[in-house]
T-cell receptor, first 112, second 112 residues
Framework: AQSVTQPDIHITVSEGASLELRCNYS??????LFWYVQSPGQGLQLLLK??????LVQGIKGFEAEFKRSQSSFNLRKPSVHWSDAAEYFC??????????FGAGTILRVKS | NAGVTQTPKFQVLKTGQSMTLQCAQD?????MSWYRQDPGMGLRLIHY???????DQGEVPNGYNVSRSTTEDFPLRLLSAAPSQTSVYFC???????????FGEGSWLTVV
């Protein structure tokens, strides 16, 4: 069985500050890992994904994530947050991109 | 290129009514799926299909039916709507040679 935990329901950061969103997963095999972002009233946009290889993956909008097998984590980071990054972020895990299991989401608020 | 198209975007139903959420993709993707999104629960898989004529249940299938008569279309039917089915529904599709799921923009359903 797969499960995804995003420990933080809400996070508030100041514009220009760094950001880290946590994601822990439970999966019985080598996971395929994803981060999606959802703006209010919108669908989900893929930020980045990890399948194999380099454990630090780069995504769109200046985001990156690091896969740490020993910690079962796939945390999302951004060095400097912009006001337009305010949204809800979802971590997801699955096999080959099928039957994704999603975390409950983390709502990011950005203070100006 | 329209991607994944869902209709309607908004719908209000009375308890006991039936309706169909439409989903179409123009990317010739084999894999399609339906998720529902509820506050604090992320996205949960309702049904999925790995190709025309093949469907299977996801995590929360009760109260929903699907069919896949063509590669392009994957409608979701609510047989007898209940207030517990008030949610945001997302259709998604994936190419078998990729591992990225593309989401539609969502359908907001309220059952009163």
């Amino acid at each position: 069985a797969q499960s995804v935990t995003q420990p933080d329901i809400h996070i508030t950061v100041s514009e220009g500050a760094s950001l880290e969103l946590r994601c822990n997963y439970s999966y019985g095999a080598t996971p395929y890992l994803f981060w999606y972002v959802q703006s209010p009233g919108q669908g989900l946009q893929l930020l980045l994904k990890y399948f194999s290889g380099d454990t630090l993956v780069q995504g769109i909008k200046g985001f990156e994530a690091e896969f740490k097998r020993s910690q079962s984590s796939f945390n999302l980071r951004k060095p400097s947050v912009h006001w337009s990054d305010a949204a809800e972020y979802f971590c997801a895990v699955g096999a080959n991109g099928n039957k994704l299991g999603f975390g409950a989401g983390t709502i990011l608020r950005v203070k100006s | 290129n329209a991607g994944v198209t869902q209709t309607p975007k908004f719908q209000v139903l009375k308890t006991g009514q039936s309706m169909t959420l439409q989903c179409a993709q123009d990317m010739n993707h084999e894999y399609m799926s339906w998720y529902r999104q509820d506050p604090g629960m992320g996205l949960r898989l309702i049904h999925y299909s790995v190709g025309a004529g093949i469907t299977d249940q996801g995590e929360v299938p009760n109260g929903y039916n699907v069919s896949r008569s063509t590669t392009e279309d994957f409608p979701l039917r609510l047989l007898s709507a209940a207030p517990s089915q008030t949610s945001v529904y997302f259709c998604a599709s994936r190419n078998d040679r990729q591992n990225t799921i593309y989401f539609g923009e969502g359908s907001w359903l309220t059952v009163v």
